[in-house]
């Protein structure tokens, strides 16, 4: 156990190292987890959204490195037998590692550099460790014994040793050399030309436990398929526009501040939201309207898809009706004042009001291309997800939280209800099968908004039942019928489950 556990930590320190010098992406860790995401079928990911939540992303890492110690084990029993097993184990691990480098979106042969120095370092560990661990036989009834214990120990901890400060060593250059921080640390935001409008008084329910209805930074959901955060250098950054148009064209992020900005408030929302669930949020975004850039460019007859593309790699598809249709569709490089997080797209976002995530939102971005839906399929539309996506009227109880206990007498419900743009009209609350009661509706200023709302309930001692429905713009009343988030967005009425005494 302790010359497999031992020479996979120093492999993968190592590969971690050289990573961080080279291409934090390259790791192969990180590359391996990658492809297990792509090749995850669609129900293993949604149990991962929810069972995990937003820790995804460390529960797949922590189970890659899980298995990777129990597969290390077994490669450490090999080499006691036969190193020439051992070995064959390690170029195993390369080809796979290999593999999986190569098979991401953006890679060269460089990044493939980490893995093979991680497992000639990881090798040469190996037979010094096997060495070490040498045994003489005592007696035909008892286990064989360590040659020399005092050498075996020695070298395992120095083993031990060069794997931490490989990796704590990776970890500090990976921070030093964090591109990405330095510039979103440089940049400085002329002020929009044409600000937001404030927001009036009346947006707030004015009750505890419903979220602030502009979503501080640190608190907006994050779901995407990065397990490491790209890091965009500004200075060799560019945007580049193509496909079926007149005049392609290539943007650096100066081009585009100088086009002057605009300040929208939009909720952004994410197909994957179980009904109820936290996968949305309210922020003011400040970016470049994206519509002139594409008329500019002078699309051509037929088009009807715009294909983003982040910089590692990610695809997504947007119909292109949904952004010359006048709605505030960005290229937005800021969020609440401040250039976009590092984790929400810096140093460029798009944003279509109106649409989930996965066909409107991408991260990172680096290229567009106008095409057609019928000539390219984008990431998620090839693992069965609609190509268009509109977002469907909600509602989520916020207070009382499921199982709360609150005392007889007057209770207030609250939450949010949302159906970009159509915007909500009414909502209503159900106490257990009783007839539906308007909810009193705070401001609503954008039906590209969210709008929050409340209910005084004269509570009565049990248990009882709450429900949510609400009414949007073309009035539609929200469906009770349950689907879940695949393909296009959960539908159902949200309920929750109190104790009154």
């Known amino acids: 156990m302790v010359v497999g556990v031992l020479t996979a930590g120093v492999a993968l320190g190592v590969a971690h190292l050289v990573a961080a010098l080279v291409n934090p992406a390259a790791d192969p860790v990180l590359a391996v987890g990658s492809v297990a995401v792509d090749l995850a079928p669609q129900p293993v990911k949604a149990f991962a959204i929810r069972a995990f939540g937003t820790n995804d992303k ?294 279509v009001p109106g649409l989930y995530g996965y066909v409107g939102a991408c991260k990172w971005l680096t290229s567009m291309t106008v095409t057609t839906f019928d000539a390219f399929d984008p990431y998620w539309v090839r693992r069965g997800w609609a190509a268009d996506a509109p977002v469907k009227t909600a509602s989520r109880i916020d207070t009382p939280k499921p199982f709360a206990r609150r005392r007889a007498g007057p209770v207030m419900i609250a939450g949010v209800a949302w159906a970009q743009r159509r915007g909500i009209t009414a909502v209503e609350v159900q106490i257990d099968d009783e007839p539906w009661q308007r909810a009193r509706l705070a401001d609503g200023p954008s039906p590209d908004l969210w709008r929050q709302w409340v209910y005084r309930w004269d509570a009565t001692v049990g248990t009882h039942t709450l429900r949510v429905r609400a009414t949007d713009g073309t009035n539609a009343t929200q469906t009770g019928q349950r689907a879940t988030p695949f393909p296009d967005g959960a539908t159902g009425w949200h309920s929750t489950t109190v104790t009154i005494t």
Do not use: K
Request: glycine share 10%; aromatic share 4%; net charge positive.
């Open 58 to 351: 460390i529960a797949l890492l922590a189970g890659v490195y899980t298995l990777l110690a129990l597969t290390a084990v077994l490669l450490g029993a090999a080499a006691l037998r036969r190193r020439r097993y051992g070995a064959a184990g390690l170029a195993a691990f390369a080809a796979l590692g290999v593999a999986a480098v190569l098979s991401r979106p953006v890679a060269t042969p460089v990044d493939t550099l980490p893995v093979l120095a991680g497992v000639g370092i990881g090798m040469a560990a190996m037979l010094v460790l096997t060495h070490a661990a040498r045994t003489v036989p005592v007696s035909a009834s008892s286990r064989p014994r360590l040659l020399n214990r005092r050498q075996f120990l020695t070298t395992a901890a120095g083993t031990a040793l060069t794997a931490g400060a490989a990796a704590a060593i990776g970890q500090a250059a990976g921070r030093r050399s964090a591109v990405g921080a330095r510039s979103r640390a440089a940049v400085r935001l002329p002020p929009p030309a044409r600000p937001a409008l404030p927001l009036p008084a009346g947006v707030s329910a004015g009750v505890d436990g419903v979220p602030a209805f502009l979503t501080p930074n640190r608190d907006f959901y994050r779901v995407d398929t990065a397990l490491a955060v790209p890091q965009v250098d500004l200075d060799t950054w560019r945007l580049t526009l193509d496909g079926t148009v007149d005049r392609p064209r290539t943007w650096t992020f100066e081009d585009l501040l100088a086009r002057g900005l605009v300040e929208r408030d939009i909720t952004l929302n994410c197909v994957s939201n179980e009904v109820g669930g936290p996968y949305i949020g309210t922020a003011r975004w400040t970016g470049i309207p994206l519509a002139p850039l594409l008329r500019e460019a002078g699309i051509r007859a037929g088009q009807n898809q715009l294909v983003s593309r982040s910089v590692e790699g990610m695809t997504i598809g947007t119909p292109l009706g949904a952004i010359l249709d006048g709605r505030d569709a960005l290229l937005a490089v800021a969020m609440n004042g401040e250039p976009l997080p590092l984790e929400h797209g810096f140093p460029v976002r798009m944003l």
